[in-house]
């Protein structure tokens, strides 16, 4: 290789090597840019999972004061309960239940009707409330001796859902217009969860 050869030969690789450098420099700042895009990404998702479980929120309150009144009524004409507690959360040690409305009956019956409303019921939801029925006197010891009954309302459930719901034994209300009805066969019998 002469001289004159080898000369352009450097100067094209130094041509070569400061293209390379700007092409670098050039994916370096597109790389920052989309850092950048997928940071603000990131935080507009968290924003909108926020959002979406405000909604939730409220959604599920919104269920519940809609059936409240229904529920009333369902616990004292199905159950004659004389006495309805609404509560949200109680607390015994570390642990926790919440359950949507307590119906009480202390006359001869000694009825107790533990009620919850889902917005959406899925099992998830009805394994949950059985759970909560079956700690149920340990939260609320001043019913004990009562015969204890469950109440499911749900806004939306899929027709599998309301069989095994009706299945454990859980009385299920169904929204129709703008009130809860129970939705029961005729040879219903709700379960006794206090045994």
Same mark, same amino acid.
């Given at each position: @290789?002469?001289?004159?050869?080898?000369?352009?030969?450097?100067?094209?690789?130094?041509?070569?090597?400061?293209?390379?450098?700007?092409? @670098?420099?050039?994916?370096?700042?597109? @790389?920052?840019?989309?850092?950048?895009?997928?940071?603000?990404?990131?935080?507009?998702?968290?924003?909108?999972?926020?959002?979406?479980? +405000?909604?939730?929120?409220?959604?599920?309150?919104?269920?519940?004061?809609?059936? %409240?009144? *229904?529920?009333?009524?369902?616990?004292?004409?199905?159950? +004659?309960?004389?006495?309805?507690?609404?509560?949200?959360?109680?607390?015994? +040690?570390?642990?926790?239940?919440?359950?949507?409305?307590?119906? !009480?009956?202390? +006359?001869?019956?000694?009825?107790?009707? !533990?009620?919850?409303?889902?917005?959406?019921?899925?099992?998830?939801?009805?394994?949950?409330?059985?759970?909560?029925?079956?700690?149920?006197?340990?939260?609320?010891?001043?019913? %004990?001796? #009562?015969?204890? #009954?469950?109440?499911?309302?749900?806004?939306?459930? *899929?027709?599998? @859902?309301?069989? !095994?719901?009706?299945?454990?034994?859980?009385?299920? !209300?169904?929204?129709?217009?703008?009130?809860?009805?129970?939705?029961?066969?005729?040879?219903?019998?709700?379960?006794?969860? *206090?045994?």
């Amino acid at each position: @290789m002469t001289d004159k050869q080898l000369k352009e030969l450097v100067a094209s690789l130094a041509v070569a090597q400061k293209e390379t450098d700007r092409q @670098m420099k050039e994916t370096d700042r597109q @790389m920052k840019a989309t850092d950048r895009q997928l940071k603000q990404t990131d935080l507009q998702i968290k924003e909108l999972g926020k959002q979406i479980g +405000g909604l939730g929120n409220k959604f599920g309150d919104f269920a519940e004061g809609m059936a %409240r009144p *229904s529920l009333m009524e369902i616990l004292s004409k199905r159950f +004659g309960v004389e006495q309805i507690i609404e509560t949200r959360r109680v607390r015994k +040690g570390d642990d926790e239940i919440e359950i949507d409305l307590i119906g !009480a009956s202390n +006359g001869e019956a000694k009825t107790v009707v !533990a009620a919850e409303v889902k917005s959406v019921l899925n099992q998830r939801e009805l394994e949950k409330f059985i759970r909560n029925l079956g700690r149920f006197f340990e939260f609320f010891p001043q019913f %004990r001796g #009562y015969k204890l #009954y469950g109440v499911l309302a749900a806004v939306e459930s *899929s027709k599998e @859902m309301d069989e !095994a719901t009706l299945a454990r034994g859980i009385c299920l !209300a169904r929204m129709h217009g703008e009130v809860f009805r129970l939705k029961l066969p005729a040879r219903f019998r709700p379960k006794d969860f *206090s045994a």
